[in-house]
C-alpha cells in the first residue's frame, strides 16, 4: 500500500516537472556537435566535372537531387554547395573556360551563371515561354552562353543573362547539344521517328541566330541522344555513333556524308566506347572491338590497344588533358571482384604507363558506373600520379588512386526512402541469458530450483570477475569528461540506451547501418537492380540472438523482394531455416503483424499481392499456423497513396486452395473532386500511453479516445492547375476514420488550403495516441471553394437541465473562422477523447470499432510563418514526456514545436481559474518561430523529407534522424534533461560531502558513545 | 434571341428554387448475411436540407427480419443503402448486431450538395457476448443520422483595421508633429545650460 502510493507520489512529481518544464529547450553552445552529427550530402552525381585550372584539382558535380557543389578532392568535403528548390530538376550543368552555368527547372525554365570558386550566383535567367523539354544544352560564344532546350536556342548575354536571339527550329526534333566549331554553331539533336531516334543537325548563325542548314545524315538512327559522340581530327568535327549493327561518323557541316567506322579505322564490327571527360570540349575516341578496347586519335595516326578484354558493361574509359598532357584511364573489375584495374595511357606518346590495382568490393558499392581523371603532372620524369573520381551503381562517389581508395561519400542516403532503428542488445541480462522469459511451462517445470540456482551462480561468479574493471570505468567516466571521439567497435546498448543502429535502404539498392552515436557506418551492402521501399524489424535484440530486420524492394522484373538480414552484420540471416531471400509477384502492400512464429521468434510479414492473395513470410509451417490463429482479427486498408480517391478495407478468409486472401468489408470513396494528400499512421495498439485522461483544472478527467484502428488523412479538392489561375480553387478536408469498419468519425473542411503549387505537396499529417496534427498551405479567401449554406443545427428546448450540461460540457467553442486572409502555412491540432463531457466513459471493458460511440474532437488552428517539407513526432519510452510536433523546414532546419502549444484546449481569451490551473497557454494565432527550437541550431539541413524518432532508456530523451538530402541525428529533451543530471553536475563534492557526512556520522557516534559510558559511571 | 435565354434563366431559377426546398429524399435499404444476395429491408429518409435530427429516419419493409435470423453468426451482415444514383454499404458482424439487442445507427455522410458518398452501419454492442444481467431491448431501434463536413479550424488572426471618422486612413505626420513633445524640452534644457560663463582659471 505504502510503496504504490509512494510510486504514485514519485508519478505525480515526475509529472510535474514534465508539464512545468519550459516549453523551450535549446542546447548550450558547447554541446553542439556532443550529441549530434550532421552529414551534408550532395546527391548522386548525373553531371560531373574533374578539372585542373591552374594547380588545384577541383570536383564540380551537378546532382540529382538538384545541387550543385564544388568537392575538395583532398578531403571530400564540399567547398560550396547550391541547393536547387526540389521542383527546380537540375537539366544540365555546364562548365566551359571555368564559368558554371546550369538549367533548370520544372515548368518554367532557369538558366543560371554561377561564380565557379565562390558558388555564387552571377545571373538568373527565366524563360518567358518554356519549352517542355527534359533535355538542355549549354555552349559558350566569347563570353556569351548560348542555350538549347527543346526546340528551342538562344544566346544569352554573358554579363547578365539578357536574350540576345532566341530562334525556334520547326524540324521536329528534340535538341540537347551545342558543338562550336570554326565559328559555325551546330546544334544536335533527335527526331523520334516510332521507336528510334534519328540524329538532326542545324547550323546556325552565330551572330543573329539565323538557321544556315538543317539537315538529318544518312544511317543516323540512335537509341538516344546520349550514344552520340562528339570528336575532332585534323582540324574537323565528326559525330560518332552506333546504328543497328554498324557504327558510323558524320562530318558536321556535309550533310549528304556518313561513313562506316570500319571501314574507316580498319577495325570490324567496331562499337564507340563512351570516354568521360574533364570537361565538355570534344570526345577521345575508344573503339570496341567483343571485348578489346582501342584507342585512336585519328584514322591516320597512332592506335593503341588494351591487352586486358573486359565486358563493355564493366569497363569505364576516361580521359584528361591539360597544359599539352593527354591521358586515358581503362578501369575494369578484376576477375576476383575484390579489386579494380586501372590502365593509365599516356596518349601523347601513345605509350601504357602502367596497371594499378585498387581494393574495391563490388558487393558493397556496385560496379563503377562513370569514372573521371585528373593526373598530377610530374616533374623530373617520375611516373605521373593520377586519382580518379568515380560514381559506383550504389549511388556512392569515391576518388580513387593507384592502391588505395582516398575517400566515400555515400549520396545513396540521398535516395533513402526507409530507415529503422535497432536496439543494440545488452551485454547480458540474467533473465535473457537463460531464456527464462521465453520458456514454455513445461520446460520451466522440467528444471529444478537447484539446476536453476546453481546457473545464476555460475553467471554471477563470471559477472563478479568482471566487476572490478567496470567499476573503475565508472569513476573514470565521472571525473572525465565525455570522449570526443564517439567511435566503439562493440555493439552493445550503452546505459542510456542512446546508442543504436539506424539502418538506411534506398532505391539505388544500398542499405547501410550507421552508428547512431557517432553516424560512423558499421556495415553496408550493395543489392543490384532492387529498389528498396521498406524496412521491419521482425526481431528485437536479445542477448542470444541478433536482431533481424526485413528489407522489403523491387527487381527489375517488378516482382517484391524480401531479404532476412541480421542487422548486427548485414549479413544474410537463415538461422531458422528459412530463405533469407524470398520473392513474390507484385505486392500491393507489406504489413509487420504483431504475432511471432514459435521457430525463430521473428514476427510475420503479410504481403497483399494484386490479386488479393495474401502471401505469409516466413514461409514455414510454425508461421502459417501462427497467422491461422491470428487471421481473424486481421483487418487491412489498402490505397494507391498520394492522389488516389477512395480507400478500402478488408478481412482475410480462405479461399478455395486453403490459401487466405482479402475480402472486401468497406470501401471509402471521397466526393467527388478529393485527392489524398497525406496519410498518417495508427499508433499501434500497446503503444506507450502514460495517461489515459486529461486531468482538468478541476480535477474532473477527460478521457483519451485511445482507438489503434484510427486513421488520420486529409485530403485535396482543387480547380484550376496553378495558384495564378483565374479559376484557381482549393479546400483541404481531414478525416478521422475507423480502418475496421471504414467509419467517418470525424470530417472538417478547411477551405482555401492545399498545396503550395502543384509540384510542392504542402500537405503533411502526424498522429500519435489520441492527437494529430495537420499542416497546409492556405491560398486565401479568393482560391475559397463556393459554399453551400449549411443548415442550422437544430434547436435545443433550453431547460434547466441543458443549462447545467452546457456549464459542465468542456469548452470546445466553435474555432472555425472566416478564412484568414493571409497566406501561408497553417498548422491544425486535433485532440480526440472519448466524451465531451469530463469524468464520462465507454462503459464497457472491451474497445470495438462496430459501437456507435464516436469520438468528441476538438481542434484548434495556428498559422506558423515558415514553409514545412517534412513533419515527424518525438517518441519515449513511458509517453509521460510531453510530444514535442518536429518539422522539417524548407530552410534547412528541423524544427520542434511542444505540443503543448499544439494543444486544441488552449483558451482563447482571458484563461479562467480553471485553466490557469491546468496551465494552458493562451490562445495565440500564431506559433512564432523561436530560433530555440532548432533542433539542428546553425546547421543546414537542406530538403528534409524523412523524420524518425526512436525512445531511449531516458523518458526524457527521443533519439530523431531527418533525412532528405543531408542526414541529422540530434537528442530531443521536450521537458528537458529531468531525469539526467547536467554535464557541469559536481559528482566529486557529492561524493566528498557523502564521504564527510559518514565520517561526521561515525564521528559523533564515537564521541556520543563516550559520552554515554562515561554518564553510566558516574 | 431573347426569348429563349429568358426561359433557360426561367428554367435554372425554378430549379434552384427546387433545389433550396427540397423534399425529404427516400432511400431503399437491402440486408444481406455473408455473400448472399441482398434482400430489400426497408427505406431510409432523410432530409438534406432540414437540420432537425427527426426529419431523418428509418421505416422497416414487411419482409425485414428473415436474413439476419437464419444467418450464420460469425458472417458479416450487410446494409445497402441505393436510390439517386447512389449506393453505399457498411458491415458489421452479425454476432454484434444480435448483442446490441438490434439496436443499430445508420449515419449518411453529405456532401456539399447534399448527396450521400458515404455509409457508417454501428450498433450498439462492443463484443459479441451478451451479458447474462443484461436484459435486451425487446424493439430494435434503428437511429438514422446525416452528417456534413465541419467548417474547420482556422487561426483567429486579428486584421489591423485603421478606423478615421471619415473612414479615410489617416494623414503621415511630419517628424515635429510626432516628436515635438521630446525635442523641445531638451532644446529648453540645452538653452538654459549654454549661457553660464567658464570657471577662471587659476
Known amino acids: ?1018 | 434571341m431573347q426569348l429563349p435565354s429568358i426561359l433557360i434563366s426561367a428554367v435554372l431559377l425554378a430549379c434552384g428554387f427546387a433545389a433550396s426546398v427540397a423534399e425529404p429524399i427516400e432511400l431503399s435499404v437491402s440486408h444481406s448475411l455473408g455473400s448472399a444476395k441482398p434482400t430489400p429491408r426497408g427505406s431510409l429518409i432523410y432530409d438534406p436540407a432540414s437540420p432537425k435530427r427527426s426529419a431523418n429516419k428509418y421505416i422497416p419493409g414487411a419482409a425485414a427480419a428473415g436474413a439476419v435470423d437464419s444467418g450464420d453468426d460469425d458472417g458479416l451482415y450487410r446494409v445497402y443503402v441505393e436510390g439517386n444514383g447512389v449506393r453505399l454499404t457498411a458491415a458489421v458482424p452479425l454476432c454484434m448486431l444480435t448483442a446490441s439487442g438490434y439496436q443499430e445507427q445508420m449515419t449518411l455522410h453529405l456532401d456539399s450538395k447534399g448527396v450521400p458518398w458515404h455509409l457508417d452501419y454501428l450498433v450498439s454492442a462492443t463484443s459479441c457476448d451478451i451479458p447474462k444481467k443484461k436484459q435486451l431491448p425487446r424493439t430494435p431501434k434503428t437511429q438514422v443520422f446525416t452528417e456534413t463536413a465541419l467548417a474547420g479550424a482556422r487561426p483567429k488572426l486579428e486584421q489591423i483595421v485603421v478606423t478615421t471618422p471619415d473612414g479615410k486612413p489617416p494623414a503621415e505626420q511630419t517628424f515635429l508633429q510626432k516628436y515635438w513633445f521630446y525635442i523641445i524640452p531638451v532644446m529648453v534644457m540645452f538653452l538654459m545650460n549654454s549661457g553660464a560663463e567658464e570657471p577662471a582659471k587659476k
Not at chain 1, 466553435?814 to 497553417?826: F, L, Q, R, Y
Open chain 1, 1 to 1018: 500500500m505504502f510503496a504504490s502510493s509512494l510510486r504514485a507520489a514519485a508519478l505525480a512529481v515526475l509529472l510535474a516537472v514534465v508539464l512545468c518544464g519550459s516549453v523551450s529547450a535549446a542546447i548550450h553552445a558547447d554541446q553542439a556537435g556532443t550529441y549530434d552529427w550532421h552529414k551534408a550530402l550532395v546527391g548522386i552525381p548525373k553531371f560531373a566535372f574533374f578539372t585542373r585550372p591552374v594547380r588545384k584539382a577541383q570536383i564540380y558535380v551537378g546532382t540529382q537531387k538538384n545541387v550543385i557543389a564544388l568537392l575538395n578532392p583532398k578531403t571530400g568535403d564540399y567547398t560550396w554547395r547550391q541547393v536547387l528548390e526540389p521542383a527546380d530538376d537540375l537539366k544540365m550543368l555546364s562548365l566551359q573556360d571555368q564559368v558554371l552555368v546550369s538549367v533548370s527547372g520544372n515548368g518554367s525554365l532557369h538558366t543560371r551563371q554561377w561564380d565557379a570558386q565562390t558558388g555564387l550566383l552571377i545571373w538568373d535567367h527565366e524563360h518567358v515561354n518554356p519549352p517542355a523539354s527534359t533535355s538542355a544544352a549549354v555552349g559558350r560564344v566569347g563570353d556569351d552562353v548560348l542555350l538549347v532546350a527543346g526546340d528551342s536556342i538562344s544566346r544569352l548575354k554573358g554579363d547578365d543573362g539578357t536574350p540576345v536571339w532566341t530562334v525556334t527550329a520547326d524540324s521536329g526534333a528534340t535538341y540537347g547539344r551545342i558543338i562550336l566549331h570554326n565559328g559555325a554553331i551546330y546544334v544536335i539533336g533527335a527526331k523520334q521517328i516510332s521507336n528510334l531516334h534519328e540524329v538532326s543537325v542545324l547550323q546556325l548563325d552565330a551572330k543573329d541566330g539565323r538557321i544556315v542548314a538543317e539537315y538529318q545524315p544518312p544511317n543516323g538512327n540512335v537509341k538516344s541522344l546520349d550514344d552520340v559522340v562528339f570528336a575532332e581530327h585534323g582540324g574537323k568535327a565528326y559525330l560518332y555513333w552506333n546504328g543497328a549493327e554498324r557504327a558510323y561518323r558524320h562530318a558536321l557541316g556535309q550533310s549528304a556524308e556518313t561513313e562506316e567506322v570500319d571501314d574507316v579505322f580498319g577495325i570490324k564490327e567496331s562499337r564507340i566506347q563512351n570516354v568521360y571527360g574533364s570537361d565538355e570540349s570534344a570526345s577521345d575516341l575508344v573503339l570496341r572491338n567483343g571485348k578489346r578496347y582501342t584507342f585512336m586519335r585519328s584514322s591516320d595516326s597512332a592506335k593503341y590497344t588494351f591487352e586486358d578484354e573486359a565486358e563493355p558493361t564493366e569497363s569505364v574509359f576516361s580521359s584528361f588533358k591539360s597544359e599539352g598532357a593527354h591521358y586515358i584511364s581503362y578501369v575494369r573489375p578484376s576477375p576476383s571482384k575484390k579489386e579494380i584495374k586501372i590502365d593509365l595511357l599516356d596518349a601523347t606518346e601513345m605509350k601504357l604507363v602502367d596497371t594499378f590495382s585498387v581494393p574495391f568490393d563490388e558487393q558493397i558499392s556496385g560496379a563503377i558506373q562513370k569514372a573521371f581523371l585528373d593526373v598530377a603532372p610530374s616533374k623530373d620524369g617520375k611516373v605521373p600520379s593520377f586519382r580518379i573520381f568515380a560514381v559506383t551503381a550504389d549511388g556512392s562517389i569515391k576518388l580513387l588512386k593507384a592502391g588505395e581508395v582516398l575517400w566515400t561519400r555515400e549520396e545513396s542516403l540521398t535516395e533513402a526512402l526507409a530507415a529503422e532503428y535497432v536496439d543494440l542488445p545488452e551485454r547480458s541480462l540474467l533473465s535473457q541469458d537463460h531464456d527464462e522469459l521465453d520458456e514454455q511451462p513445461q520446460e520451466s517445470a522440467s528444471i529444478s530450483p537447484i539446476e536453476r540456482f546453481l546457473r545464476r551462480a555460475r553467471t554471477h561468479v563470471v559477472k563478479a570477475a568482471a566487476y572490478p574493471q567496470q567499476l573503475t570505468k565508472s569513476i573514470k567516466s565521472l571525473i572525465t569528461p565525455p570522449e570526443s571521439t564517439r567511435v566503439r567497435n562493440d555493439l552493445y546498448a550503452d546505459f542510456f540506451g542512446v546508442r543504436k543502429l539506424v539502418v538506411f535502404a534506398s532505391k539505388t539498392g544500398k542499405v547501410v547501418a550507421l552508428d547512431t552515436e557517432s553516424g560512423q557506418s558499421v556495415w553496408e551492402r550493395y543489392f543490384d537492380g532492387i529498389q528498396f521501399r521498406q524496412i521491419e524489424t521482425v526481431r528485437s535484440a536479445l542477448v542470444k540472438y541478433p536482431p533481424v530486420i526485413v528489407l522489403v524492394g523491387q527487381n527489375r522484373q517488378a516482382q517484391t523482394v524480401l531479404l532476412r538480414i541480421n542487422a548486427l552484420t548485414g549479413e544474410d540471416f537463415n538461422e531458422d531455416g528459412s530463405s533469407p531471400r524470398e520473392v513474390f509477384p507484385a505486392i500491393r502492400k507489406v504489413i509487420k503483424l504483431p504475432v511471432e512464429e514459435a521457430a525463430g521468434r521473428t514476427q510475420l510479414i503479410s504481403l497483399i499481392g494484386d490479386n488479393l492473395k495474401v502471401h505469409i513470410s516466413p514461409s514455414s509451417a510454425a508461421a502459417s499456423d501462427a497467422f491461422e490463429r491470428f487471421a481473424p482479427q486481421y483487418h487491412v486498408y489498402l490505397t494507391e497513396g498520394v492522389g488516389s480517391s477512395q480507400i478500402d478495407g478488408y478481412t482475410t478468409e480462405k479461399g478455395t486452395n486453403n490459401k487466405y486472401e482479402l475480402k472486401p468489408s468497406w470501401k471509402l470513396e471521397f466526393p467527388e473532386g478529393e485527392k489524398l494528400a497525406a496519410l498518417g499512421s495508427p499508433s499501434p495498439a500497446g503503444s506507450a500511453v502514460a495517461s489515459l485522461g486529461r486531468v482538468l483544472g478541476d480535477r474532473s478527467v477527460l478521457y483519451k479516445y485511445l482507438n489503434p484502428n484510427m486513421l488520420a488523412l486529409a485530403t485535396v479538392k482543387t480547380t484550376g492547375s496553378f495558384p495564378t489561375d483565374s479559376d484557381f480553387t482549393s479546400a483541404v478536408y481531414t478525416y478521422l476514420i475507423d480502418t475496421v469498419t471504414g467509419t467517418v468519425h470525424y470530417r472538417s473542411e478547411h477551405n482555401g488550403g492545399g498545396n503550395i503549387a502543384p509540384t510542392v505537396p504542402s500537405v503533411f499529417v502526424v498522429q500519435k495516441d489520441n492527437w494529430a496534427v495537420l499542416s497546409y498551405w492556405n491560398h486565401g479567401p479568393e482560391a475559397a471553394l463556393p459554399q453551400v449554406e449549411p443548415p442550422a443545427p437544430e434547436e435545443e428546448v433550453v431547460t434547466k437541465k441543458t443549462v447545467r450540461k452546457r456549464k459542465k460540457k468542456v469548452s470546445t467553442e466553435d474555432n472555425s473562422a472566416t478564412i484568414p486572409d493571409a497566406k501561408g502555412i497553417e498548422i491544425v491540432a486535433l485532440e480526440f477523447f472519448e466524451s465531451s463531457t469530463p469524468d464520462q466513459r465507454v462503459e464497457s471493458d472491451t474497445f470495438s470499432s462496430f459501437q456507435a460511440k464516436r469520438p468528441h474532437v476538438i481542434a484548434q488552428s495556428y498559422s506558423f510563418p515558415k514553409r514545412i517539407s517534412a513533419i515527424g513526432t518525438t517518441t519515449t519510452g513511458a509517453g509521460i514526456t510531453t510530444k514535442e510536433v518536429l518539422l522539417g523546414l524548407e530552410d534547412g532546419h528541423l524544427y520542434g514545436i511542444s505540443k503543448r502549444l499544439l494543444d486544441p484546449r488552449r483558451p482563447v481569451g482571458a484563461p479562467t481559474k480553471d485553466e490557469k490551473e491546468e496551465m494552458l497557454f493562451p490562445y495565440r494565432p500564431t506559433l512564432d518561430f523561436n530560433p530555440k527550437e532548432v533542433a539542428s541550431y546553425n546547421l543546414h539541413v537542406p530538403k528534409i523529407s524523412h523524420i524518425l524518432s526512436a525512445a531511449t532508456k531516458m523518458e526524457s530523451t527521443s533519439l530523431t534522424i531527418a533525412w532528405g538530402l543531408d542526414v541529422f541525428c540530434g537528442r530531443r529533451n521536450p521537458s528537458k534533461t529531468f531525469d539526467v543530471l547536467s554535464e557541469s553536475f559536481n559528482y566529486l563534492a557529492l561524493l566528498a560531502t557523502i564521504a564527510a557526512c559518514v565520517l561526521g556520522i561515525g564521528f559523533s557516534k564515537r564521541l556520543a558513545e563516550r559520552k554515554k559510558i562515561k554518564d553510566l559511571w558516574r
